[in-house]
């Protein structure tokens, strides 16, 4: 009997996650392209269809992005033209996120994208929610 070796790759769970959320998020690229947005605008685009009008720090707690992978997204959407950045009246060591006209318009055309890919996750219903369960279990533990 050979001894566990922690150091091949198949005794790491940190890699089929890897793995695996590469291949989910790529599955989303026939669908965002057309759009012309990546994986991680749409994310922010979900966060703020939700609710217009998040703080950066809030769009970084809800999508467990640093604010030196968030800023710079945000500057290309606001290039854009999908959201405004603006300080808050109330404290301006805050910012604001808005969707523009062109960013809330976008909703209807990613409207269908979660079924779309959903049929391409090779996965039963319930076996999908205990991934789900699973993956923010995992996500919560280090928060």
Same mark, same amino acid.
């Given at each position: 009997?050979?001894?566990? &070796?922690?150091?091949?790759? /198949?005794?790491?769970?940190?890699?089929?996650? =890897?793995?695996?959320?590469?291949?989910?998020?790529?599955?989303?690229?026939? =669908? +965002?392209?057309?759009?012309? *947005? $990546?994986?991680?605008?749409?994310? #922010?685009?979900?966060?703020?269809?939700?609710?217009? @009008?998040?703080?950066?720090?809030?769009?970084? %707690?809800?999508? =467990?992005? &640093?604010?030196?992978?968030?800023?710079? +997204?945000?500057?290309?959407?606001?290039?854009? @033209?999908?959201?405004? %950045? $603006?300080?808050?009246?109330?404290? /301006?060591?805050?910012?604001? #996120?808005?969707?523009? &006209?062109?960013?809330?318009? +976008?909703?209807?055309?990613?409207?269908? *994208?979660?079924?779309?890919? @959903?049929?391409?996750?090779?996965?039963?219903? /319930?076996?999908?929610?205990?991934?789900?369960?699973?993956? =923010? %279990?995992?996500? /919560?533990?280090?928060?």
């Amino acid at each position: 009997m050979e001894a566990f &070796d922690p150091l091949l790759l /198949e005794n790491q769970l940190c890699f089929p996650l =890897y793995a695996c959320a590469r291949r989910v998020v790529n599955l989303y690229a026939p =669908y +965002l392209r057309p759009l012309g *947005i $990546t994986y991680t605008q749409y994310l #922010v685009f979900l966060v703020l269809w939700e609710r217009d @009008g998040v703080s950066v720090r809030e769009l970084g %707690r809800r999508l =467990y992005l &640093d604010s030196g992978t968030l800023t710079p +997204l945000l500057k290309k959407m606001e290039d854009a @033209g999908f959201v405004t %950045r $603006t300080r808050s009246a109330a404290d /301006e060591r805050v910012v604001l #996120v808005h969707l523009t &006209d062109r960013g809330r318009a +976008l909703r209807a055309q990613a409207a269908d *994208i979660p079924a779309q890919v @959903g049929g391409c996750v090779p996965l039963a219903p /319930e076996e999908a929610g205990t991934l789900y369960t699973l993956l =923010y %279990r995992l996500l /919560e533990a280090d928060a």
